[in-house]
């Protein structure tokens, strides 16, 4: 806490200067300028002309309000370096409904940055926005957008996979969006048979500035990267004229990390989040755009389910952020604890072993962390996994099962009070904003009828 009242005492100001949009043979440009009053941030990001960017779309006019937008979401990671109270916003106007949105979502996204920084503050006084410039920004509704055209954003996870391949047997023309791909990224698509040069490869660039300052003392944590996405997703799917925009955030994502709290490592892949971008979106940006969770009604163990259906991924997706520089899975985190997890019930567990390269479930290290998982502790893991009752559903039936009832990690357990494993797979979150030929699409999975 000290160190947090220090350094926003000592860097009271912070200051989005500018926005610039550049376009060169090759790629489509976007950078911006900020600074707390001693150090400068520069960060940018390009996307790649290919078969599915085209140059000949890309109008810097229409595209202002987008990529302003995008400077407000990228000024979070180096504004939280010094927590400064008054961020001066230099490039456009924004109303007072627009302050506060940014403010909450700052707030909220910020939840677990503050939780383990142990910063105890309140939404009304934690930042506040001064502007400085009153020329509007156009809301874009200039582009006809394609009704067949789908954006699907791809972490390296399962989640997307099952979006993926659920879409690619429909009617929709399915686009693959990944910022910065990595050899998981990249084997997915490869995969799924989508050539390289018809997906959205966007890169983005952190100022070393940011880097530097961590490395300093200066304040660091988790920021909310799917609402990142969200923006870029928003400014991708204008450029190439992409209707629909759907996400893999699952029902699960709604509970909350620190057990009878806000703070949730996840805020941005919420229903709540969803809800307030698909509002300001529509109000601010393009009111056309569908963006929606296309497995929003589902929960991380339904999911799970439907990927088994999938083996040609088994080997190939990545979802441990420990391992994920070098391409595997740690195998002793809590991510890969509960992807196993999951996974058990509906592959074998021969194959599961071959995906993490061991027995998850003889690491006895991870002992305290599956306690977390099932909701023993205060606070589950500061990880995008599912709720602690399908963990325990899991759970319930491994310690009744011949094979995983041996493994050391299960030892001296016993049921927990949970939902069965077949009310969590029967399940249907109707809270969603799936537009209806979506949710035809997903319903048939599970063989529900559509209203």
Known sequence: MNNYIELSKKYPIFNYNKFNISIDDNRLTISFDFDNGEYSFMPSS??????????????KYELSPFVFNIGMIELISYWKATC????????AFINDFQSQWWRNLYYNGQGEFFYKNNINVNIDEFLHFRINNFDTLPKQNFRSLQESRVIVPIGGGKDSIVTLELLKKSDFEVIPLIINPNAATLRIIDIAMIPRANIIEIHREIDPTLLELNKKGFLNGHTPFSAMLAFYSMMSAYIIGARY????????AN?????NSNVNHQYSKTISFESDFRYYTKMFLNNNIEYFSFIRPLHEL???KLFSHYPQYFTAFRSCNVGSKDDKWCGNCPKCLFVALMLAPYINHNELENIFGKDIFSNLELKNTLEELLGLKMTKPFECIGTVDEVRAVVNQLITDEYYS??????????????????????????HFLPLDFEKILKKEFNYDVE
């Open 302 to 304: 339904q999911v799970a």
């Open 406 to 431: 041996k493994k050391p990690l299960f030892a001296n357990l016993t049921p927990l009070p949970a939902p069965s494993l077949k009310t969590i797979e029967e399940s249907w979150n109707d809270i």
């Open 84 to 91: 400064s109270r008054l961020v001066n916003i230099y490039p």
């Open 255 to 259: 509970e909350s990390t620190i057990i």
């Open 46 to 59: 390009s996307w790649k002309f290919n078969n599915v960017i085209n140059p000949r779309r890309v109008n």
């Open 245 to 252: 925009i759907a996400l893999s955030n699952e029902f699960s």
